[in-house]
Structure formats: C-alpha cells, structure tokens
DNA sequence: CGTGCACTTGAAGTACATCAACTAGGGTGG
DNA sequence: CCACCCTAGTTGATGTACTTCAAGTGCACG
C-alpha cells in the first residue's frame, strides 16, 4: 500500500503524542487499514450511519455535530489533527453524531476488527485511550460551564483561545495567529448562539483589542488578557495520548 | 472486612450490568478496599483534589459539578448508584470537578494503584469502562444539544424524563413517580437556569399535564406525551456496562 | 407561635433571537 | 476590464426568553 507508514507518521513527532514501545507500534501499524483523502465540506461519517472502523485525523479541520429534531445543527466538537474520528459510532453500533470536513482531510482508517484485540494486546494503548478520552470529557466539561450564564463575547473568546492552544500542541500557529477555518455558522452551531450575534460578539473582541478573526484567519493579540477575559486555565498537560 | 461483597453486590442484579466472568469478579472483588457511607450534603471529592482511587456509587445520589471563577455552581452530572466516581481526577491527576451528595450514600472504593492493573489483566474489564464512559458523553452530547436554544421547559422536562429512565433501569420508580431529591437550586445550575426561572418550567409541565415535582417525588403522567414534549428518544441500549 | 428555609409570584431590565437591509470580496461571463 | 451576481459578513430595529431583585406563601422546626 502507498499510505504514511505510522513510523513516519508526521503525528508521532510531536511532544504530547504517545511514545510506543516497538510491539505497539508494529499493532498499530497493523491496524492501519487505509488512507482516505476527502474535500473540504463531505461527511466523514452521516448522523446515525452504522461504522465499523476508527479513524484519526491525519489532517484538515473537521467537526462533530448533531442534528436536532427540527433539523438545526448543534456542534459538539470541534476536530483537529490526532482526534479519534467514529468511536461513539463503534460503541454505540450507531451515534446519531455525524462528522464534516471543513478544510480537505486526510483520515488514517484504523480496521475495526482488529481493533478490539487492541484490549487483549496492549493494555497500555487501552489506558491511553482512555486518557484521550477523558481529555475530550474535560473539554467539554469546561464548555458546559460556559455555556451555562456567560456572555457571548466570553464564550467566543474562550473558543478561540481553546483552538489556539490546540494548534499551538501541534505546531500549526505562526506568532500570534492561525489559520481557522469556522465560518460564522459553524461558530453559532457550536456556541449555541444566531449567527449574527456571533458577528457582534467577533466585533467585540476585536474592538477590546484581545483577538481578532478576519478572512479564516485568526489573531490573538494577547494571550494573556483574553485568557483572563474569557476565564480560560491553561489545562495540566499530563499522561499520554492516544494512538499514532 | 465487612462490607458486601461483589459477589452479592445489588447492583449486579440489575439486567444491564456486565455478567462477569468468574476471574473478572475475583479481580473486581480485590480492588474493592473499603466501603463508606457519607450523609447527604457532604463533599466526597472537592474540586481539584488529588485522588488516587476509584469509586462506584452503591446508593443514592451524587452531583459531579464545577465552579466558575466568580464561584458559581454548574452541575455537570447527575450520578446515580452504579455510576463511577473519580476518574476524572484518577486520569488528570486533579481534574477541576468536585462531587457532592444529595442524600446518603454509600461508595465502593476501588484501590487505585491495583487498578491500573485492570487494563493488563481484564481487558473486556476495559473494554466495558470505555464503553461505559462514551454512554456518559452520548448523554452529555444531547444536553449540549438541548442547551443551546431550546426553551427552559422543554430542558427541564428533558431532564426529567432522563433522570427517570435511568432509575427505571435501576428498578428505583414506582409506577409512573419516583424519588427525586434535587432542589430547584441543583436544578437550576444543572440547566444553567435562575432558580425562579426553573420554578416557572416546572410549573409550566405541571398546568401541561406533562409531570409534577413536589416534596422530593417526580411524577410522569404521560411518558409518551413527555417524551414528545421535550424531543426525548430512548437511548439503544446496548453493549455491556462497567464493573460490579 | 414565631423563625427559617424552599419555593412561588410579580415587575423591570437585559442579552439574546429574528428579520431585514445593507456592504464587501470573489468568481463568472460578456 | 467591467457588469453581474452570489455568498459571507455587518449593522440596525424590534421582539422575547430569560435574569435579577423583591415581596409574598407554605411548611417544618424549635
């Protein structure tokens, strides 16, 4: 096959990612089934399909989302480089969280069956697993506590500076700017707000001088004062992370 | 010792617990190192302390929270017995989330250090505590869902109805009431609501006929008509659940 | 029979939604 | 090169769901 070997794996390089033992690594690389490339705007996976493979985000933007009843979208997660892609789908047979690509993406198809000998053969993957897991649970913990009361301007700030910060772990921001891909809309869908106020919300924080989004591309002028703005705590970085 | 043992654990009656194997049980009943019972009200794990073990919920109830910077309250779960406590402080050493009774309770410690020896020996253990935590984040994915826009009604009956099901699975309802012992205050911080305004929802779905919540019982009088009030769907379930 | 607490009810303020008009890039065809 | 449109974003006016504050009710406790 053509794909990236996981030993090259552009991931792996980076510092949070976790450091296989030999074994593990020739498991993983087992595992890898495929390489899929997809546009930017196709679905990864549609609300509700039955999958039976994981996937990592090799590359590229992509977001998790509901559909609600009436047929808004709700995101729940916002995708970069590393995330698991379809475990809710391969826990549940079937989520009804669906996946987008917002920029061109580059999946690594990790084959489904033989991804449960991973509990029998490799403990220390499981564990990892589970850490990112938990990882993406404190995450959202935190925005459950912003969504709850705060301002808009505040919760918008904290967005931007969670994505910065996820970037910066993985070396994709240049100074005190990175590309951003999230439209209006997507900004509403995830903060739960019209896509208007989003508008004014953006046109707040770039008036108070904290960060400033213009043509996918988004500045934080200061660190410092829009974690303090928008009572963002730099999380403890701590135990390993999953896979690849 | 004299606490129950795993083997006669009430819990594991239950239809949607995990049918152990016998070697799995003898594991689970060594980690289990103590028993405690805590009244109502009391803080079984602050916020930000450092824990080094694990906790099943026997009995009663438990509310994981967090607090804001200006020091207000957001409920983020609502445990119920079975439910496990602490992993979140087990994984990132101190996670930012406290616990804290609603009645009597009674935990199940889980000797931390022998834990971990979970993913190398049990690996279906491991497997059933993955799938477990994803129940968790389908459950929080549709509260997020539900927090954005939707009115405070439709949430609060939401909870309800959710709050509900999970007992029947417990075999804890009695015909269409229950036991339910949060105060408009928990609710309130549950739903990101003022305590008046929560006031006024469930009066609301009390004149709809929907439920009734006075002096600690909540009453369902049409399930169904709830269910479609608030967009409730029932859960699949399937796969098995985690420990005792 | 008061005192305190959980809850309810009411009136006024606010942050947001909704709808609509307007502006600014960015292609496309002539 | 310009006229054209199309989409993404901004700005403004009005409505509403919620908050906040404050007074009032019912019930448990000494």
Known sequence: MSFVSCENC??????????????????????????????AGAQVIEPGQVVD???????????RYRLTESGERKVL???LPG????????MHRASESGVVSLTPVTLCVLGGARFSRLFEDHPALARGLIASIMEDQRRADVKAMLN?????????????????????????TQGDSCYFPLQRRDLADALGLSETHVS??????????LATLKANSLTIHSQ????DFAG?????RDGRRFLL
Request: with cysteine; charged share 25%.
């Open 53 to 63: 493979h994981l996937c990592t985000l090799l590359a590229g933007w992509a977001l």
């Open 77 to 79: 997660e916002i995708l």
């Open 10 to 39: 552009p991931l792996r390089a980076l510092e949070h990612f976790a450091d296989l033992t030999r074994a593990e690594l020739e498991f993983v690389s087992a595992l890898k089934s495929d390489e899929i490339n997809l546009p």
């Open 148 to 172: 709850a009361k705060l301002p808009a301007a505040i919760r918008l700030g904290h967005l931007f500076i969670d994505s910065f910060d996820r970037l910066a772990e993985l070396g994709r």
């Open 232 to 236: 963002y705590r730099v999380p403890r």
């Open 224 to 227: 410092r004062e829009l974690a």
């Open 200 to 209: 004014r919300s953006a046109t707040e924080l770039h008036e108070r001088g």
């Open 83 to 90: 995330s698991l892609i379809g475990l809710q789908n391969l």
